[in-house]
């Protein structure tokens, strides 16, 4: 059973891979260059400004290039061209809140203010004027610029507050990224799918188109072959030609369903369906076929068995459990007949149905390439087993090939039961 | 009326292939076929002949099959057969429960299109062919499948002690003719339960073989060892 769970874990491991892949990848690419670009782009574009405006005169500067003197205070020249040049001004209040020195000042402002004054300027403006103030000693620096120059706001945060966002940002981000690998996804998923399907109508457009000329090439053979008026080796001839179109027939309608498998767009007619009813009439079908004489089929079904019911496409069923029969048929038989074994059981949640023949097994080539998704190796034509296998995997089953012991090979099939 | 007097519409929009589909119906001896190329030629030829049996393509030029069914549908309740060359339509064809009879996938044999324009025919007109097997022979007994009685052969009946006419019950007749309809073949225990019980036939297993056994105790000269209803172990019964 290890074998079995594991395959299944592989399985849906590839699936999903495959279900994500373009989309995930595509995603996590797009987000990751929308990041690296945009902070490329803040880092220059902040260097760029800042190497550009040198940016306003600020406060310790001015109070760095300002030497009291005698009468006040004198200004370094090249901060004062400064002023100039930027359209600023700047004036130095005492404790008292007098203007004890000024430069540039703009003559609608008082000399005088109060300490309401400033606690009013200091967050916001000066008549108008932007502002941004400094203590210096026990004197006041008042750096101004000309109305409209500066935006100021003041943002205040409780501690507690910030804490919360600090904690928070990671859910922000997360649902931000989360919504954004969700739109890209939508995104690839549509076109992806819709890119499926013009395939799946494509083949099916074509098998379809191939079956009517298919039928007269199969009509008028058969016609032929049993025309009494032809020679027998004509007759022969024409006989191989009905086989041989019935061989493609069967190849349109696994090319068909492989496709639809595929691609998980056969919209299965999951009905309650009783595998021992489904594998009883198909042992009854082959043992009624006269061309069957050289074939035994016992079947085992334990009460457990008996009772059990799947959901599942009965039409796929009966496919799988027929193709499972004609390979046994197909290499087995030549020296005696050929003996298969199909036993049917309940366990737990699962419907077991194991099919065993006399044959040769299966070469490990064989088993490789049924365990494995892969298409290389194998020479030989396994193409009717991986239908059993995409038909049992697109109903949730798994399915296990193995040879015996006692030679022969067996596959085993577990379907989920339902209403347990 | 008998079987090969029926009239047989082909609606087909391939040309070659009604000729052949034609030729096989008139060579089983089906001498009354007429064929049409769409729905309107179709609809025409329908109200002109009132075939017994439609061979109904899915793809015609003017529409599809099943909206050309579901118009004659209005007007008839003939035997409709369906050609198709699609595998999904099987599933559309029994999702729009039309009613149509049986349906038959491209490419296929002429032997199974006559099996099946027969088994239809048959089953819809009640002709001929059904009368032969009326009356069964088992060996030293003849079951009448008219009556329900079997009958058996005076010098056995004494010998074994049986009354020389024994009537079936309702169940052990269905179950007769089940097998005799597919005399020689293997039948389900399920096929049978589905004959005797038709819908909600799940469980009745166990008495299906209280029915057959008594069954075998009517028509079998040594009940425990039968020569005609026999066992397939683990998948139904054989009437030989």
Redesign the interface.
Known sequence: MKDFRKEKINYNYKKILRFFGYGILSVFGIVFLTGVLNIIFLISATVVYVNTDSSYIQGGKVMEALTPTESGYELDGEVAEKFERQDQWAMLLDQTGQVIWSIRKPEELEDRYTLSDVARMSKWYLKGYPVQIRAWDDRIMIVGMQKEMMWKYNIEFSISWMDYVKRTFWVFFFINFVWIVVLAFIFTRRFTKKRERARIEWI?GI???I??P???????S??LEQSEELPEEVRQQAAVI?HQ?MVM?ELI?DL??TSQLEYSMQ?L?KEAV?P??VV??V??SF??DALSAMLE?????DESG?QAVVKADR?LLVRAFRNLINNSVKHGGQTEAVKIKISLRKEKHNCYIRFQDNGVGYSEVVLQRLRSRTREGAAENIRGLEIVRKIILAHGGTIRFGNCEEGGGYCVIALRARGT | MNLHDCKILLVDD?K??RE??C??LQRAGFHEVTMAGNCKEAEEVFSDTEPHLILLDV?LPDGDGFSLLKRLRKISEVPVIFLS????D??RL?GLGLGADDYI???????ELILRVTAVLKRVYHVKAIREEEIIALGKCLVDMGSGVVRWDSVVSEAVGREREITLTAKEYAILQKLAQERG???????LCDAVWREEN?GY?NTLVVHIRRLREKIEEDPSHPQYLLT?????YRLV
């Open positions: 099916a098998s379809h188109d079956r009517t298919l039928s007269m090439v199969m009509g008028y058969d016609t009905r179109s027939k309608f068909n369903l919209a007619r009783r021992a009813e009883r009439s042992a009854v043992l009624n089929i016992d079947v085992e079904i008996e039409q | 391939e070659a292939l052949m589909v030729g096989f793809m060359a699609r595998d999904e099987e599933s029994r996938t491209k490419p296929f044999l002429a032997e073949r293997i039948v389900t225990i399920d096929a799940y297993e397939v172990r683990g998948l139904g």
